[in-house]
């Protein structure tokens, strides 16, 4: 049997993907993107002076790191990822290209002796041979010009687009950061002064108990009395207007980041 194998590089380039944690919907164009549960965020309407001295903000490094999984970032994210595949693909046009030939044949290979004469005896034709067995395997490629050329302007456009996603994704992210930064400094600023609020409400509501007290004794007059309420509210609304603003920053920073603030539990006396 004889076998003729020409040598054939062959390239094989299957797509495959690892299932993953992560659940995926459809989307309006049919995309599948990740989806994520909701973050059960905090109620910060019902803490007290003394709840918010506990409040434990994580380092602004972490913070800013978790930004990067808020769903916009996933958006652009997925969508690079997906122009990377679409490059992928058109980097293996050319494997259309290539044909793979291949044919085996069976038979038998005769040899024909002609007639002749030996010792004045003639010597009928001999008809010999033996089967065989045929092996061919070969390989073409044939790409128009045209196509060449039309590739490698596909293959530059598209990485124009993969750029101009990632260029999408780094300004969103500045952004954002930015965000997240203004949200952590009226945090901490906030804190400081809820807690000057706290202590001149407490002090605000003391001295006018005391206040009532003299007024009742006949000590202050009405006047006196009345200056002293004025007090005392502007203290409530002043320590009122920061909580506010507190809890707007606090909530803001959870939204941006997707991370809950550490609240621990105050020591009770």
Same mark, same amino acid.
């Given at each position: 049997?004889? &076998?003729?194998?020409?040598?054939?590089?062959?390239?094989?380039?299957?797509?495959?993907?690892?299932? +993953?944690?992560?659940?995926? /919907?459809?989307? #309006?164009?049919?995309?599948? +993107?990740?989806?994520?549960?909701?973050?059960?965020?905090?109620?910060?309407?019902?803490?007290?002076?003394?709840?918010?001295?506990? &409040?434990?903000?994580?380092?602004? /490094?972490?913070?800013?790191?978790? $930004?990067? @999984?808020?769903?916009?970032?996933?958006?652009?994210?997925?969508?690079?990822?997906?122009?990377?595949?679409?490059?992928?693909?058109?980097?293996?046009?050319?494997?259309?290209?290539?044909?793979?030939?291949? @044919?085996?044949?069976?038979?038998?290979?005769?040899?024909?002796?002609?007639?002749? %004469?030996?010792?004045?005896?003639?010597?009928?034709?001999?008809?010999?041979?033996?089967?065989?067995?045929?092996?061919?395997?070969?390989?073409?490629?044939?790409?128009?010009?045209?196509?060449?050329?039309?590739?490698?302007?596909?293959?530059?456009?598209?990485?124009?687009?993969?750029? *101009?996603?990632?260029?999408? %994704?780094?300004?969103?992210?500045?952004?954002?950061?930015?965000?997240?930064?203004?949200?952590?400094?009226?945090?901490?600023?906030?804190? $400081?002064?809820?807690?000057?609020?706290?202590?001149?409400?407490? /002090?605000?509501?003391?001295?006018?108990?005391? *206040?009532?007290?003299?007024?009742?004794?006949? #000590?202050?007059?009405?006047?006196?009395?009345?200056?002293?309420?004025?007090?005392?509210? +502007?203290?409530?609304?002043?320590?009122?207007?920061?909580?506010?603003?507190?809890?707007?920053?606090?909530?803001?920073?959870?939204?941006?980041?997707?991370?809950?603030? /550490?609240?621990?539990?105050?020591?009770?006396?």
């Amino acid at each position: 049997m004889k &076998i003729r194998i020409i040598p054939i590089l062959t390239l094989l380039l299957l797509p495959f993907s690892l299932p +993953t944690a992560a659940q995926e /919907h459809a989307d #309006s164009d049919g995309r599948m +993107t990740p989806s994520r549960d909701p973050v059960p965020y905090s109620d910060f309407s019902q803490l007290t002076a003394e709840d918010y001295a506990t &409040i434990q903000l994580p380092p602004l /490094h972490v913070l800013l790191e978790n $930004a990067k @999984n808020s769903p916009q970032v996933q958006y652009y994210n997925s969508n690079k990822e997906e122009e990377e595949r679409e490059l992928r693909s058109i980097r293996r046009t050319w494997l259309k290209y290539i044909k793979l030939n291949a @044919n085996y044949s069976y038979g038998s290979t005769d040899i024909y002796n002609s007639a002749y %004469i030996v010792d004045g005896q003639p010597v009928p034709a001999l008809n010999t041979g033996r089967e065989q067995s045929y092996w061919n395997v070969g390989v073409t490629f044939s790409m128009p010009l045209e196509e060449l050329f039309d590739r490698r302007n596909k293959i530059k456009k598209q990485k124009t687009r993969i750029e *101009s996603i990632q260029y999408e %994704i780094d300004r969103w992210y500045d952004d954002l950061s930015l965000k997240v930064i203004d949200a952590y400094t009226q945090v901490t600023e906030n804190l $400081a002064i809820l807690q000057s609020a706290a202590s001149s409400m407490v /002090h605000a509501r003391a001295q006018y108990a005391v *206040s009532e007290t003299d007024f009742v004794n006949g #000590s202050i007059d009405a006047q006196m009395l009345s200056r002293q309420k004025s007090i005392e509210n +502007t203290a409530i609304r002043e320590y009122e207007q920061t909580r506010a603003a507190l809890n707007s920053a606090l909530l803001r920073l959870e939204v941006l980041t997707l991370s809950l603030i /550490h609240i621990s539990e105050p020591t009770r006396h």
